[in-house]
């Protein structure tokens, strides 16, 4: 994979003319009336700033090409507009869809000349405002100067956090190609979920008149109570007649979902081998840093977060007095955790965690608890705040559940088909929830725009004060077993045989040779190369992450990344100056699992890679280190055991790679 990988940046990076040219292509095309709305222009934005992150473009030429491509786009459309002007109704495609241009002209009559700016956010009408400022007479030299301007505005907008992206991947696959993988996923994760939400809420009106047809037509067959309430749903004086339909259908989709799993899980059919593969290729990619992540954003979904949103939500219900509202919902959470409990018992699955027996998981608690609670708020938010904004949070708790759901069976708590079982069967509550609230007060609430701040700041102090106080610790398997041991005469004669020639990645790639092993204390290795020059490395930090984007800036203080040999972080990391700025000398550590005793007491025994680091700045304004391959290993700064502070107690041949024994001076 991470072959693929780097062969992928290599072909882009080689075609960055072609790179240039589909950046104005998307661009232009995605401004052109009609056409533009089957362009991903966007999406070509996003990747196009990934590469450049990468190194592999200059951002600078990404910018120029992309707002010219947005400026000649919009301006072609806007002359079509005022060439054509009352013909253009005429011509396809704005004969077969009449509707875009009517859209087109309430938005630019509502906003005027902001529209054209605007509009370049807004998918649907992104392509069809340029056309109608054409058709309305709006002067060329106006909507020049407001589509520049929109142009200004739309690239670094579609462009910048592509370029965050790529830079991330490529600092994470510096540490760890699995960094890449948990990096990717959660961007997936987010994409998905706003995009997901933007198309239901997008169709949603569309699918409730379909759904509104045939329901109409089955409740004239059956005068009886069932369709009465049909009838009374379908009503066009009954306000949210939408959102009944939606979240009855909702609890039939759902229903469906958990009805299927349930079998699956029952018979054994091939889904408990999709939770199998699902689970075995998250272990493979774990890292210290993704335990850490993921703990951190599973605090989302804690006890301690629902609880307080549960609280927040009581006293908003209170507030507006809405008391059979919070006694659903109580009821519901309680009714739902008791139903999963009692199909727990009965089911019996044990789940991947081999240190979690006794427990028993299917459907997930935990998952279904969250996604009612995340869930109904989002339905009491988006009642109040309008359609963007409630895009906006139903895709927000989307990604929360994703996440919460993801670090469970990341940390073998459950089975994915637990976790979809308990979201199945947790959306069937949620959707039965609301359609007794929009039954008992059909009436729209009045307008909170201030809620989804409140909820956000109650959100983010409750995971602030438990990061805070305790950083959640990721569960873990059993623990480590202690050191094996060596006498320093057993380490010297073969002992270090038994440790790696080369640092392994992913895999058991080999990376650079391992060329010291060390027996020390860790304070002794800082006293001894602290002596010697050599100073830790810059932690990643806010200060040491905004200084990969300065203009001028010394090798020396950018962030040493730390690198995993065998999914182990280097525990140690020092640099010191290279011959110019833009150079420096990296050490980094690694336990080895083992100690050498020399008779009086023993001390750990580490190995240890250099590298040569090189700045460049491929792509302003990113400043990348690169390991500078031309510089050999076996001549650097460490060959001799003096340069270290240390005593060379051997130099031995690990298959071609020269290794220095070393010792403190007082082991």
């Known amino acids: ?129 340029p056309v109608v400022a054409g058709m309305m007479g709006m002067r060329p030299l106006r909507f020049l100067s407001i589509n520049v301007l929109s142009a200004l505005l739309w690239a670094p907008a579609h462009i910048l956090p592509g370029v965050v992206f790529g830079a991330s991947v490529l600092l ?30 997008s169709h949603a009106n569309a699918w ?65 081998t999709i939770d199998l593969s699902v689970y075995h290729f998250l272990q493979s990619i774990r890292t210290p840093w993704g335990d850490t992540l993921l703990a951190a954003l599973a605090t989302l979904g804690s006890g301690i977060t629902l609880f307080a949103l549960v609280v927040t939500v009581a006293l908003w219900m209170v507030w507006e007095r809405r008391w059979r509202t919070i006694v659903y919902w109580l009821a519901a959470v309680v009714f739902s955790q008791l139903l999963i ?37 989002a339905f009491l938010l988006a009642r109040r705040i309008g359609k963007l904004g409630g895009v906006l949070v139903a895709g927000a708790s989307i990604i929360v559940v994703i996440v919460v759901a993801l670090a469970g069976v990341y940390f073998g708590r459950y089975w994915v088909s637990d976790a979809i079982g308990g979201a199945a069967l947790a959306s069937v509550w949620v959707a039965l929830i609301a359609l007794t609230a929009i039954w008992r007060h059909p009436r729209p609430p009045p307008p909170r725009r201030f809620m989804p701040l409140v909820v956000l700041a109650v959100v983010a102090l409750s995971v602030g004060l438990q990061l805070g106080l305790a950083m959640p610790t990721p569960p873990d398997g059993a623990p480590q077993p202690p050191p094996v041991q060596f006498t320093q005469t057993q380490w010297k004669l073969s002992g270090w045989k038994r440790l790696p020639c080369f640092r392994s990645d992913m895999g058991g790639d080999r990376k650079e040779p391992l060329t010291l092993q060390w027996v020390s204390e860790p304070a002794s290795i800082r006293e001894q190369l602290r002596a010697q020059g050599w100073v830790e490395g810059t932690d990643v930090s806010a200060h040491s992450l905004l200084s990969l984007a300065s203009p001028d800036v010394a090798a020396v203080s950018l962030p040493v990344l730390p690198k995993l040999n065998n999914g182990v972080p280097s525990s140690l990391v020092f640099m010191r ?76 041949d690990c298959h071609g790679v020269p290794v220095s024994l070393l010792v403190s001076p007082r082991q």
């Open 1 to 129: 994979m991470e072959h693929a990988y780097i062969h992928l940046l290599h072909l882009l990076a080689g075609h960055s003319t072609w790179m240039l040219a589909v950046v104005f292509l998307a661009a232009f095309f995605e401004a052109i009336a009609v056409i533009g709305t089957f362009v991903p222009g966007s999406t070509a934005m996003f990747l196009a700033g990934a590469v450049t992150g990468t190194g592999s473009l200059s951002l600078a030429w990404v910018f120029v090409w992309a707002i010219v491509g947005a400026v000649a786009g919009d301006g072609a459309s806007f002359w079509l507009g005022a060439r054509y002007r009352e013909r253009i109704v005429t011509l396809w495609p704005f004969r077969a869809h009449p509707g875009v241009l009517d859209a087109g002209q309430r938005f630019f009559l509502k906003h005027g000349a902001k529209s054209v700016v605007l509009a370049r956010f807004i998918g649907p009408l992104r392509a069809i405002v």
């Open 172 to 201: 994470a696959g510096a540490v760890s190609f699995r960094l890449v993988v948990i990096i990717a996923m959660l961007a997936c994760i987010v994409w998905l979920s706003f995009r997901g939400a933007g198309f239901l809420v």
């Open 208 to 272: 409730s008149s379909a759904a509104g047809r045939h329901l109409g037509s089955w409740a004239c067959r059956h005068p009886g109570p069932l369709g009465r309430i049909a009838r009374r749903m379908l009503d066009p004086d009954t306000p949210d007649a939408t959102h009944l339909l939606a979240m009855s259908l909702i609890v039939l989709v759902a229903g469906a979902l958990f009805f299927g799993i349930l079998d699956d899980v029952v018979s054994g059919d091939p889904l408990t």
């Open 341 to 377: 409990l009692g199909l727990q018992l009965a089911m019996r699955r044990a789940p991947p965690n081999e240190l979690m027996s006794g427990h028993f998981v299917f459907p997930s608690n935990h998952v279904a608890a969250t996604v009612i609670i995340y869930g109904f708020l």
């Open 577 to 652: 100056p290279g011959n110019s700025r833009e150079e420096r000398y990296v050490l980094r550590f690694w336990p080895s699992g083992f100690a050498v005793d020399n008779g009086t007491s023993a001390a750990p025994l580490w190995v240890g890679a250099f590298a040569h680091e090189r700045l460049t700045r491929p792509s302003w304004p990113l400043n990348i280190l690169r390991i500078d391959h031309g510089a050999s290993p076996f001549d650097a700064p460490t060959k001799s055991g003096a340069e270290l502070g240390a005593t060379v107690l051997a130099e031995v």
